[in-house]
């Protein structure tokens, strides 16, 4: 025990130093994980061969990856992703994870068996294992570029959703296949009825567990204590749903969205807020960073034994798989930039969980050889190769970057609504008589001082750029708009206007928000509307 616990802190200072080396040169570091841990596998290092034999076994890597690592990174990025980004780009999210998700094992499945000649059931088990994205390392080189967050947005969200969706065709097609084709013409209905439930199952109880643990931390003012309660929620939905046979990882997704928006307005303080993220960033940099170090580590399985022809073939169908689903769905979001779709196509990455799935195939899994060595051959080409040149496609694309006036703006706005935030919890404090009258006015004047100021800088930076004032003109009315329809619903489940008026208001409400999604001026369509 104490030597594997010394085997650990080997690899956490190795994963360690390479990150921090990688973020010091600006690189994108699980790449730089990846490179290096892949030296060490297929080098002989004195010192370091019992560290490589210990976490290069099946079962140490795939407990590590599911158990240990997956319940911390899919927890951590749905806390930072607000719900008002998903709603605004739910239906590329949607289109992708759900329809490109099917599509790629379809196609990559008939494709497998066609020009590789595995069995049916092997070549469904490996496209389930390539329908999952991980699109860490691209998004760290989005954050380095500063290209625009809708882009950054889709491509976490389809990662978030694909990933439940590809475990659950990854465990019908590995382990209900035969079931499924003994059962005859029933056997598609049958293996719907296990989607469906696998599936719904997990998001009944992802939402009671965000639910049931955002109404707990309402109770407290404790962010130690809410910080366990939140590492209760990301582990004890994972476990609860893979104990009922039903998904965890889209168990841990709807608990951590509800948790972090619905929680984070229901029951959180500010410092509770922060210290929360603060320690899943550094248990996600800890599990990324450990994770891709893996990755290469795990080279030495294939090294030996690897076709190169085989694989060339596979990274070749993969490739296509994802360019057919890509391109089919993604063209009918007309809302999308046209170049996205070459981003989304190109940086659909393969990563830790496609591996640790294939290693949790029983040793008697027919084709279980083949398909381990394809799958480490796409995910090490996906991860280097695919990761290294989406920088200059970006580029090449001429996919913009944040200019000086965008930082400007943005560090104008943030300063607003912090000030704004400050002074209004004096207020709080100057009504409850918590605060003296003189020292408030003294401190709100200075708050009132900082904020004219700002909108000066403002107003001179909106005539510099005309585009930032139509940008937040736009986005302050889609905002509002979500509002008048919320407020809708309110009236409609206290009975104040009728049917009728309920369904007319919210169609001309929801009409204004399809124009507005699709550039038109929907405050003109307000008015001529309101005219009549």
């Keep these: 025990m104490e030597t594997h616990f010394e085997l650990i802190l080997l690899l956490l200072a190795i994963a360690a130093g390479i990150t921090a080396i990688a973020k010091k040169l600006n690189k994108p570091y699980p790449i730089a ?7 060490i596998g297929v080098l002989p290092y004195e010192g370091l061969e019992e560290l490589k034999h ?47 998700t099917l599509i790629t094992f379809v196609t990559a499945g008939w494709m497998t068996a066609f020009f590789l000649g595995l069995s049916i059931q092997a070549a469904l088990v490996f496209a389930a294992l390539m329908a999952p994205t991980d699109p860490i390392s691209v998004l760290s080189i989005f954050k380095s570029m500063g290209v625009n967050h809708r882009l950054s947005t889709v491509m976490e969200g389809e990662s978030l959703v694909n990933d439940g969706l590809a475990v659950v065709l990854f465990t019908i097609a590995a382990y209900q296949y035969d079931l499924i084709l003994d059962a005859g013409a029933a056997g ?20 009671a567990f965000g639910y049931f643990f955002s109404r707990l931390g309402s109770l407290y003012d404790d ?7 939140s590492m209760l929620l ?29 929680g984070k307005r229901v029951g959180m303080s500010p410092t509770t807020s922060l210290s929360i993220r603060t320690f899943w960033d550094v ?15 795990e080279i030495t399985r294939i090294i030996d034994t690897v076709n190169w022809l085989q694989v060339l073939i596979a990274i070749g169908i993969v490739l296509l798989a994802r360019s057919i689903a890509v391109y089919s769905t993604v063209s009918f979001v007309r809302s999308l930039p046209n170049h996205w779709k070459h981003i989304f196509n190109w940086g659909g990455l393969k990563g830790s969980l496609s591996l640790a799935l294939a290693l949790s195939l029983p040793i008697d899994f027919p084709y279980r050889e083949e398909i381990l060595m394809l799958a480490f051959g796409v995910v090490f080409f996906s991860l280097i190769v695919q990761g290294l040149t989406i920088k200059p496609l970006v580029g090449l694309l001429g996919e913009k970057t944040t200019k000086d006036e965008q930082l400007e703006y943005d560090r104008i706005q943030s300063r607003i609504y912090r000030y704004h935030s400050g002074r209004k919890r004096l207020e709080a404090m100057a009504e409850e008589g918590t605060l003296s009258p003189i020292v408030f006015a003294r401190l ?3 708050y009132d001082d900082q904020l004219k100021e700002l909108n000066d800088d403002l107003e001179i930076l909106y005539a510099r750029e005309p585009e930032l004032r139509q940008e937040s003109t736009a986005r302050a009315i889609r905002e509002a708009l979500y509002a008048e329809h919320e407020a809708l619903e309110i009236l409609e489940n206290r009975h104040i206007i009728s049917d009728e008026v309920t369904k007319e208001e919210k169609r001309f409400v929801r009409d204004l928000l399809e124009r507005e999604e699709m550039g038109e001026r929907v405050a003109l369509h307000r008015e001529e509307k309101e005219e009549k």
């Design 188 to 207: 598609i209905t049958l293996a719907l009825g296990e989607f469906f439930k696998v599936v719904i199952g997990g998001l009944l109880v992802g939402g």
């Design 444 to 446: 709100s004047n200075q």
């Design 33 to 39: 994980l990846v490179i290096i841990g892949a030296i």
């Design 223 to 229: 962010y130690p204590l809410e910080i366990i309660f």
């Design 283 to 297: 248990a996600s940099l800890v599990a990324n960073s450990l994770v891709f170090l893996l990755v290469g580590l």
């Design 54 to 100: 210990f976490f290069a076994e099946d079962e140490i890597f795939r407990f590590a990856i599911i158990s240990i690592f997956l319940p911390t990174l899919l927890g951590e990025a749905t806390l930072n992703l607000p719900f008002a980004h998903l709603r605004e780009n739910k239906m590329p999210i949607l289109v992708l994870a759900v329809a490109g």
């Design 234 to 262: 990301f582990y004890g939905s994972f476990f609860v749903a893979e104990a009922f046979h039903v998904s965890g990882v889209i168990a841990v997704v709807i608990g951590g969205i509800i948790y972090g928006n619905f």
